[in-house]
């Protein structure tokens, strides 16, 4: 196996999930049936089989099981977890996501997201588990009349002015939205960005917005830029901001979209082609999903928390308290994690968005210290893209977002490919991945943002 040059303990979950069907088949294992539901009554499924149980492996069967349950619930979303064929994964289930539970925090984000109690429920044959039910909705690609996209990330905030289809202006702005408890300077920033854009074409016709988070109906339901602010604060000034701000624009369409999805629209434009997932790799992790009819699906596609390494060591998630996901992973936060065993030290006083900085600047210089941190970040995402796989249909793999801009961004592709052509050689053949140009990376998303809303 490839490994991890600076992370010798990664395990990654393709490689652990598959040694474990391997070992279930040959002890004869028993089916079982997870399903997450969530609004709508959508429903999505995932089957697979454990060792029987009172056949001493009850622990490596929850410990598999719950790494699933993570997964199906941040990258579909739903407040109910259906167990279909085993009571004793029910019952550990159960009580990981109870309050006071060790996933006491998805239970809470899911029931605020859904705005409905989160449960784990039990039922005994798999014959019985409730059958997916999924639906999708069309997605952007408009490109007529004067339009603004604008992009909040957690470092810094990106906005173009588009005219049919053309890019007449991009700016970025650096700002500290994660640190602020006044819910003003969130909006201030986001009405100075939108007026900036609006004062380089002769009206608005329609904003875009993608962001970080979870939106409903152009409402903000849980995002992390917002994270200092105080939930009566909140609930009054920031669910309808992105609203209100289009306000003040003027009396325009306004589309809000999970800046993951926004990614994968970008890619699956540029490509012109469907089953694209695009990942983000800035402050967080933002990945999105355009399916085989060029449709999203309607899932949260918050990698950010999906499990990527099985190591009970690795580094864990300061807001959700997990390890192992792919904050740590696929972010600035990776970058810094891996510094000290690349031997560079980073100044604590500055901003995780400056000490990825000084790493990019090293890169710059030919270090090969930084490309180690490349390197062994192209090794986990090979892995990752493998265990994306058995949820998502793969053709392409779009990689956006500061992390992968300049030769890191090259090392990081080169490296997750080798993973795939000698890790997982059948996947290979059928998924591409692909790195935009400069331009795009930094400021594509703002422009396919641009796209979302339909001029009515």
């Not at 790493?359 to 493998?386: C, H, P, S, W």
């Not at 490296?415 to 991945?433: D, F, G, M, Q």
């Amino acid at each position: 196996m490839i490994k991890a040059v600076l992370d010798p303990q990664f395990q990654p979950m393709a490689k652990v999930v598959a040694d474990f069907n391997e070992r279930v088949k040959a002890a004869g294992g028993v089916p079982v049936v997870i399903a997450v539901e969530r609004n709508k009554g959508y429903i999505s499924t995932y089957e697979f089989d454990i060792f029987p149980e009172n056949s001493g492996h009850a622990e490596e069967n929850y410990g598999i099981a719950e790494r699933i349950v993570k997964t199906l619930l941040w990258l579909h979303g739903g407040y109910k977890v259906i167990v279909a064929g085993s009571k004793k994964l029910y019952e550990g289930l159960a009580a990981a996501y109870k309050n006071g539970g060790a996933r006491e925090f998805d239970a809470n984000f899911m029931a605020r997201v859904y705005e409905k109690d989160f449960e784990v429920v039990y039922v005994a044959d798999v014959k019985d588990a409730p059958k997916a039910y999924q639906a999708a909705d069309s997605i952007g690609r408009h490109l007529d009349g004067c339009r603004i996209g604008f992009d909040a990330g957690g470092s810094d905030r990106k906005v173009s002015a588009v005219i049919d289809g053309e890019t007449v202006y991009s700016e970025e702005v650096v700002w500290f939205p994660k640190l602020q408890e006044d819910p003003s300077y969130h909006y201030e920033g986001i009405l100075t960005a939108m007026k900036t854009a609006a004062s380089h074409m002769p009206r608005v016709d329609a904003i875009g917005v993608s962001s970080a988070g979870v939106y409903i109906d152009n409402k903000i339901m849980v995002a992390s830029l917002f994270i200092k602010v105080p939930d009566d604060e909140f609930e009054k000034k920031v669910k309808t901001m992105y609203i209100d701000v289009a306000k003040e624009i003027g009396d325009v369409p306004i589309e809000v979209a999970n800046d993951g999805d926004v990614t994968a629209l970008a890619g699956a434009m540029d490509l012109n082609d469907t089953n694209v997932l695009g990942v983000a790799m800035g402050t967080s992790e933002a990945a999105g999903y355009v399916d085989g009819d060029g449709n999203i699906t309607g899932w949260l596609n918050e990698l950010a928390f999906v499990p990527v390494d099985y190591c009970k060591d690795a580094m864990v998630d300061e807001w959700s308290g997990d390890y192992g996901c792919g904050v740590k992973y696929f972010s600035q936060d990776s970058v810094i994690k891996l510094a000290p065993a690349a031997g560079i030290e980073l100044d604590e006083s500055l901003s995780p968005a400056e000490k990825l900085k000084v790493v990019q600047g090293l890169m710059e210089k030919g270090d090969e210290r930084a490309a180690k941190i490349y390197d062994t970040i192209g090794v986990y995402f090979g892995n990752a893209i493998a265990y994306y796989s058995m949820f998502y249909d793969i053709k392409h793999v779009i990689i956006m977002g500061r992390v992968t801009s300049g030769e890191g961004g090259t090392i990081l592709l080169a490296r997750a490919n080798e993973v795939l052509e000698k890790e997982y050689p059948e996947l290979a053949k059928k998924i591409t991945l692909h790195i935009p140009d400069e331009k795009s990376r930094r400021v594509g998303q703002s422009v396919a943002a641009a796209s979302l809303p339909a001029i009515k």
